[in-house]
């Protein structure tokens, strides 16, 4: 119901007054807050269903029209006032605005939010050829923030990848073609990721090769060129990667370099990697392409013995990670760097701090992934260190949490980082307990 300025003044006065509400700020310019939320839970209470929903869409319609600032910077408050007002399809294309804002600045457990808040609105909706096409894009979303929250072979990771496989194939049994070529490469991506760290060397490689015919074989489908050489430099750095994982390693730096190398276009010099423009994939291919690249031959590099180049493409990913401002690239160059250069190198003081790095905003993040990766990274380092004890502990902790995400990849590796330091503890152990006799 509206009320006159001046009626409205004198009856939040009176709440006031009574202590239920406070204000903060000066009016027409003030708000106010309920005492406590149990007083703000009981006002709500009290409204039935439509005079309840006739106010949300009242919100939602001051929001747009007199805050367009706030409706555009905040997209969850104007789709939570559109949910509870019941205008169901606008609020489903606000929370996955959200969803993405959340998750193009690394906010990755409200992005999984945001964007189930999404598609469970959008199941409440008649189906259509266009509200289907929005779900895809919504569950294909949906992968990306899952992979780091969850981790790659999480059950919950899985079933979203595998939900957004079908909802693909419904869509293609209906001849609903999709205009974006990317999203089934999007959801390849995730079948590929749930076998590379279940250590399916095979089924890895298999569905890299794939994902570089598909490109190939769409290239008239895509609408930028830069979609089309992302989508092959993705197919080739997950190739090598795979191959890399099978102990191919020469044959996994070709495919690096593949990846990685110049291409003419028009007469002049174009790089495959251009930061400018690859980045924003990096919400769409789960990392940075230019990252992921750097990140994987670093390691082949320095399989084939070549420390200087590997330490330069570390060095070069966490130049491009951290000019993007994309917090998961900066985690994927960090952990590259403490585990298989630096630390083998011999930059212990580089290792530590840089994980160092990694771990605040993992914890931060809450992301289950990276949390494990830096626990394995700490307890690596502890060993090369000698702090026997300290390090068992570490890396036995992080192992079980890496294996809590579905991965096993690279658990042999870890089992041997914890082997090292066993011998130096039951030595100390020993002569801790020869010293005690009398």
Known sequence: MHKPEVELGAALDRLMAAGLLFRQGVPPYASYLFKHALVQDAAYGTLLREPRRALHARIAEALENQFADTGENQPELLARHCTEAGLIEKAVGLWGKA?????????????????????????????????????????????????????????????????????????????????????????????????????????????????????????????????????????????????????????????????????????????????????????????????????????????????????????????????????????????????FVDSYCGNYTTANARVDELIVPADEKDTALWRAWGMLGRGWLLGLTGRAADAVQMITSGIAAWRSTGATAYVPSWLSYLAQPMPSLVSSMRLGVASAKP
Do not use: C
Request: net charge neutral; glycine share 6%; charged share 25%.
């Open 99 to 339: 969803g993405q804002r959340s998750l193009e600045r690394s906010a990755l457990m409200e992005a999984v939010e945001q964007f189930k808040r999404a598609l469970d609105q959008i199941a409440t909706l008649p189906s259509t050829p266009a509200l289907r096409h929005i779900q895809i894009n919504l569950q294909v979303a949906l992968i990306t923030p899952l992979n780091y929250v969850n981790g790659w072979a999480a059950p919950e990771t899985k079933a979203a990848v595998e939900r957004a496989r079908l909802l693909l194939e419904q869509a293609d049994a209906l001849g609903e073609p999709l205009e974006d070529p990317l999203l089934l490469f999007s959801v390849l991506i995730g079948v590929w990721a749930a076998n590379f760290v279940a250590f399916n060397g095979d089924v890895s490689r298999d569905l890299a090769a794939q994902m570089l015919a598909l490109a190939e074989k769409q290239k008239a489908s895509f609408h930028r060129r830069r979609d089309q050489q992302g989508s092959a430099m993705v197919g080739h750095n997950f190739l090598g990667a795979a191959l890399l994982l099978r102990g191919e390693i020469a044959e996994a730096r070709t495919h690096f370099d593949q990846a990685a190398e110049k291409r003419r276009e028009r007469g002049r010099r174009m790089a495959d990697y251009d930061p400018a423009e690859h980045r924003p994939l990096a919400t769409r291919f789960r990392e940075d392409p230019g990252v992921a690249i750097l990140f994987f031959r670093s390691k082949a590099l320095w399989l084939l013995g070549h420390p200087q180049a590997a330490l330069a493409d570390i060095d070069q990913a966490l130049k491009y990670a951290r000019e993007s401002g994309f917090a998961v690239s900066v985690l994927w160059a960090l952990s590259a760097s403490f585990f």
